[in-house]
């Protein structure tokens, strides 16, 4: 069965070409009869900006039809607008050449010419279609499994497609149902979801030509068979999917027809055969079998079973066909395709220039014969345009070179800015939490003082209070001087490296410095670490780390209640775990965890998880019957 996962990508690619076509086409002519309107325009246009612009919606709209021949058109645009220098064109084209890879499930050199149009596009500062290009990003990325780099395009696109104005925002109802898709699993965001669906919903209706009202459609009908009413979405379904073959979108027909794949575990049994085979066949129309493959497994293994020859035949060569294609298509786009195919197009253009030439001078030799002056002619003719031939051979390869050089550049730049980026933010967060552990000691000191200059203050109690100030005005010290020394450490460059360190020696000097808050409490806390735990890690960093779970514990504790520190090994790891009783409302206090610009616990929560990934460890946050919060460490032995 196709997994909802599945389909979300495939929905994901109709949607993105939809936007594709709304970012190019009006709405108001967004119908059939536009493609011979455009193909006129094609006629009466030659070499200028408005051909190009007119190549690029011809493209666009096949997209949706089929998209080899969208592919032709695209190369023809691109070809055309390098000829003018025209980078709208030239963005446009890369967009729908990426499309096509994708389609094609060559999301990696989809990715790449998605990235060139994002960077001509940001060039002519257009915001409508850098939000696009950005969802685009975001499709191939997931589809390639960089989950956190598509997240990353997912959320600018998002917030991007938010600030749009309303004469534009028919990309923002896209993004919104990407939004549902993303987390159409996620229980935690139920709210959010039903809103957005709603909003994606009254936006579509200002577009009642657009494919979206098909897809949200769809996602009621999914509603429908939630709700027990399985035969009422299943026609739903049926009629969305023919509204779509009459507008001749057969791709978004086919994707409306991939909903049925989750019906059976909502509870209506469906038989897919019939739906998956036109489904199939869908695809084979638009020219993307490719990304119905699943349909054409589970037809295969079907008919496998219920022992129909002819059928398996069928299937069989469906299957050997698509393989054999795909390993064919690798094989002749291992290199940059496109480049090497606008160039062979040169190449032979100019081959049929010569071909033209070498038959003019073959008759013109018959003719005259005993004409060497005339032959002399010739033969120079053609040498110069064998040497002019071979220099522009050499452009286009030298030009070749410069461009990947540029493109490890580019990666190069971004790789050391990210690396940067991190850095920085783990410094500041490491020096805001080592000036917070000077607040309890300091207060502390300072509370004394004012004690001491009360009246009728007795000698003993006083040389009592003076010797606590000194106490705590040493350790105040000596954790001072720690954090110098491992400030210096950080702006000199620091390098992990782990030695054997006492983890139950560590763990008591850390509960002695929050035994006062912990006593406030009246907090009974039970350490089973064994005194002869050993781990490698950094001394400083685990001191620092058990100290920020141990205040972090302390804070969410209920008074009078347990804080239960136990560890076991499974080799070479080892696992410490804190368990605290919140009372009601764990869940809350795990959520508020990752608000650390405004939360200093969580900002503690963000710097401990940072200095155990630094020392090979990590560190997972969960909740027991809502009442525990459980911090479980894991180190190496």
């Known amino acids: 069965m196709i997994s909802i996962r599945t389909r979300f990508r495939n929905l994901a690619f109709a949607m993105g070409i939809a936007m594709l076509w709304l970012g190019q086409v009006n709405h108001a002519v967004a119908q059939d009869p536009q493609l011979p309107v455009l193909l006129q325009e094609l006629h009466e246009q030659r070499d200028s900006a408005a051909y190009v612009n007119t190549l690029g919606k011809i493209g666009t709209l096949y997209m949706m039809i089929n998209i080899d021949s969208s592919f ?18 030239i963005a446009d084209a890369f967009d729908v050449i ?35 290009t950005l969802n685009n990003l975001y499709i191939y990325y ?31 109802s896209m993004l919104l149902v990407n939004y549902v ?84 575990a909502m509870g209506y049994p469906i038989n897919m055969t019939y739906y998956r085979e036109l489904s199939y066949d869908l695809a084979r129309k638009a020219g993307c079998a ?39 298509v690798q094989s002749r786009e291992g290199i940059n395709y496109i480049d090497y195919f606008v160039k062979q197009e040169a190449l032979r253009q100019q081959a049929d220039r010569n071909q033209q030439l070498q038959t003019a001078l073959e008759e013109v030799t018959m003719r005259r014969r005993s004409t060497q002056v005339v032959i002399a002619g010739v033969f120079t003719i053609v040498l110069l345009l064998m040497v002019l031939l071979y220099f522009r051979y050499q452009e286009y390869r030298l030009a070749g070179k410069q461009e990947e050089m540029m493109v490890k550049s580019y990666a190069s730049i971004s790789l050391k800015h990210v690396a940067l980026r991190a850095n920085d933010e783990f410094k500041n967060k490491l020096i805001t939490i080592l000036a917070n552990d000077f607040r309890t000691p300091l207060y502390y000191i300072s509370e004394v003082a004012t004690r001491l200059r009360e009246p009728g203050v007795d000698p003993a109690t006083m040389v009592a209070l003076i010797r606590k100030i000194a106490a705590v005005s040493g350790d105040t010290l000596a954790v001072f001087d720690n954090i110098l020394k491992w400030i210096r450490l950080q702006l000199s460059g620091f390098t992990y490296q782990p030695v054997d360190c006492h983890a139950y020696d560590l763990l008591l000097t850390t509960l002695h ?52 520190i136990t560890t076991w090994t499974i080799a070479p790891v080892i696992y410490i775990r804190f368990m605290v009783d919140t009372g009601i409302g764990a869940t809350d206090v795990i959520t508020s965890l990752s608000n650390w610009q405004d939360n200093t616990h969580a900002l503690n929560y963000a710097i401990t998880r940072d200095f155990l990934e630094k020392m090979n460890g990590g560190m997972e946050v969960t909740d027991s019957e809502d009442s525990y919060v459980v911090i479980t460490v894991s180190l190496r032995v």
């Not at 055309?80 to 220098?85: D, M, N, P, S």
């Open 72 to 89: 032709r058109y695209a190369i023809r645009e691109l070809e055309i607008a390098e000829h003018l220098q025209y980078p709208h064109g």
């Open 98 to 132: 990426s499309y096509r890879y994708a389609l094609k499930t060559d999301f990696s050199i989809a990715a790449i010419y998605a990235y060139r149009a994002l960077q001509l596009h940001k060039s002519l500062s257009d915001s409508v279609r850098i939000c696009n």
């Open 142 to 172: 997931l589809n390639m499994g960089r989950k956190d780099d598509a997240g990353n395009y997912f959320y600018e696109a998002f917030q991007m497609a938010s600030r749009l104005p309303d004469a534009q925002d028919s990309l923002y």
């Open 181 to 264: 898709m993303r987390f159409y699993q996620d229980s935690t965001r139920r709210d959010s979801l039903q809103w957005a669906l709603r909003k994606a919903k009254q936006l579509a209706g200002k577009y009642p030509q657009s494919r979206f009202s098909l897809y949200i459609d769809a996602f009621a009908a999914d509603s429908l068979v939630r709700q027990g009413r399985g035969r009422e979405g299943e026609a739903v379904i049926n009629k969305l999917a023919t509204a779509a073959l009459h507008r001749g979108l057969p791709y978004v027909a086919m994707e409306i027809y991939s909903h049925l794949e989750d019906y059976p």
């Open 290 to 328: 490719e990304l119905n493959l699943p349909a054409l497994a589970g037809l295969f293994k079907q008919y496998r079973a219920a022992g129909d020859k002819r059928k398996i035949a069928y299937y069989s060569q469906e299957v050997m066909r698509l393989s054999a294609a795909r390993t064919d």
């Open 513 to 564: 410095q929050v035994e006062g808050t912990a006593a406030e409490k009246k907090l009974e806390i039970v350490n089973q670490l064994p005194a002869n735990c050993m781990v490698k890690a950094d001394p400083e960093m685990l001191r620092m780390v058990f100290l920020h779970i141990l205040q972090l514990s302390v804070h969410y504790s209920q008074p009078d209640r347990s804080l239960v």
